[in-house]
């Protein structure tokens, strides 16, 4: 008798494999996250409610870079630089040039925008974007709603120096969480034109000097309070929040047209039935913002003035107008207003809102195949009908014809296609109606025009 041959046990070796940890230096980074599972699905579903929106709204998609200058950032960020460079990431360079992981959006935004302006001033009209693809990055304290690795929205609008811009982009954000199923509320606060600043940030100063209020502030802001004393309004420590609480408001001190301005706004406000809050406190942490800032955060189940002004409630989006960005890029000052979004933070409260997402195969066709030449003739029958429109799903896999038809009712599809050996050597196929459960067969030929009548008639095509 020969030798037995040798039979190995694959599924056991890839069972074994399986079973080893993975390194711990291969985990996520701290303040990092996959996207991945449900939150895959919450992401999605937001990202497809953003994309329709920005399309009815005419906002163009942009692009921006990964890895910019260090300089550039520098440049447009502002003079006052602790609060954001503190917080960059930097990237190794071959030719030694400080290169860095972008910290925020719209500053390279800004850049297209004044680069299609240079190229020629018809490029002008072009000047409603939206941003989405890639992350910024942030290397800032870890804490519940903060990220090192920030999924964001960005919508921006250039050369519209009007109140209608703020109104805009805030009513769209308000509508697209509306679409969430998240009630939201809107702070908002008028940090003025450059000379009204100077007269408050003179005021300021006066205040903290009084009763020895500098002496009892943290390191931090007795650090910053010579260099720009608006960023001690930011401040989260507990010894410096009385100060904030008593200091007097910006608002105050707004000039005439600067006023006006911001009384229009809120009238606009009242008209659309945006809910907001004036929050005097709400100072944005870049230089380049002038006049409105605002954020927008959910409501809270006491909605009196006091609950929206507390600083840990964390804001689901914020911006502001900007009209001096485009000065430190090209000189020339371009209005500008925009508003972002936090992906990540509206994705933590719709699941804790448990909302249902809605699957994306509902009332489309499943394809299961069982056989070589039936896994073929699927594969060609399944392209045809995706270039058809037909929403369509199969496993590209070899799983039993048991196992694929229970991923169909999982997808909750109208109609399931099912190819065997039999249904490939005949040149038919199996219909099956997934609500009803009545199969029929159909020949291969007929299979589309058929499929597509039916879809069109339950009003899935």
């Not at 008028?190 to 903290?208: A, P, T, W």
């Not at 260099?227 to 005439?256: G, T």
């Not at 800032?293 to 809270?300: A, G, N, R, T």
């Not at 597509?452 to 009003?459: A, D, H, Q």
Request: net charge positive; aromatic share 10%.
């Amino acid at each position: 008798m020969g030798r037995k041959k040798k039979i190995h046990n694959l599924d056991g070796l890839s069972k074994r494999l399986i079973k080893k940890k993975t390194p711990k230096n291969f985990k996520n980074l701290k303040g990092v996250k996959n996207i991945i599972g449900k939150n895959a699905k919450y992401y999605n579903l937001i990202i497809n409610e953003i994309r329709t929106l920005a399309e009815d709204y005419g906002f163009i998609n942009v692009q921006i870079p990964t890895i910019e200058k260090y300089k550039f950032y520098e440049h447009t960020i502002g003079k006052y630089k602790k609060m954001i460079m503190d917080e960059l990431y930097y990237v190794q360079s071959k030719d030694s040039e400080k290169l860095v992981l972008r910290p925020e959006a719209r500053s390279g935004i800004a850049k297209n925008y004044v680069s299609l302006v240079n190229e020629n001033e018809e490029n002008k009209i072009y000047n409603k974007y939206y941003y989405w693809q890639g992350q910024v990055f942030r290397n800032e304290k870890i804490k519940n709603g903060y990220y090192n690795q920030i999924n964001q929205c960005n919508f921006e609008i250039f050369d519209r120096d009007t109140l209608e811009t703020e109104i805009l982009l805030i009513f769209l954000t308000i509508n697209l969480l509306k679409t969430l199923k998240i009630d939201a509320v809107v702070n908002i606060n008028n940090i003025g034109c450059d000379e009204c600043r100077r007269e408050y940030i003179s005021v300021l100063n006066k205040f903290y000097k009084e009763r020895g209020r500098k002496s009892k502030l943290c390191s931090y802001c007795k650090k910053i309070i010579t260099k720009n004393p608006l960023y001690l309004l930011r401040c989260q420590e507990e010894k410096c929040r009385k100060n904030i609480d008593e200091a007097p408001p910006i608002i105050d001190y707004l000039c005439e047209p600067c006023k006006k301005n911001f009384t229009k706004l809120l009238e606009y406000f009242d008209d659309l039935h945006i809910p907001y809050f004036l929050k005097t406190n709400l100072i944005k942490e870049a230089d380049y913002y002038n006049h409105s800032v605002f954020e927008i955060v959910p409501k809270s189940k006491n909605t009196d003035n006091n609950s929206q002004k507390k600083d840990n409630v964390l804001s689901l989006a914020s911006g502001g107008r900007y009209n001096g960005l485009t000065k430190d890029l090209c000189g020339d000052t371009i209005a500008g207003c925009g508003i972002t979004l936090s992906i990540d933070r509206i994705i933590n409260l719709v699941k804790k809102n448990s909302l249902e997402v809605p699957e994306r195969f509902r009332g489309c066709v499943f394809l299961a195949h069982l056989g070589d030449a039936a896994k073929k003739k699927g594969i060609l029958l399944f392209e045809r009908l995706r270039k058809d429109g037909v929403l369509i799903k199969q496993i590209f896999s070899s799983f039993s014809l048991k196992y694929q038809l229970e991923e169909a009712q999982r997808l909750k599809v109208r109609f399931s296609l099912i190819l065997g050996q039999k249904e490939a050597m005949d040149d038919t196929i199996i219909l099956r109606d997934m609500e009803s459960g009545i199969q029929e067969i159909i020949p291969f030929n007929k299979i589309e025009g058929e499929i597509k009548k039916r879809l069109k008639k339950i009003g899935e095509l």
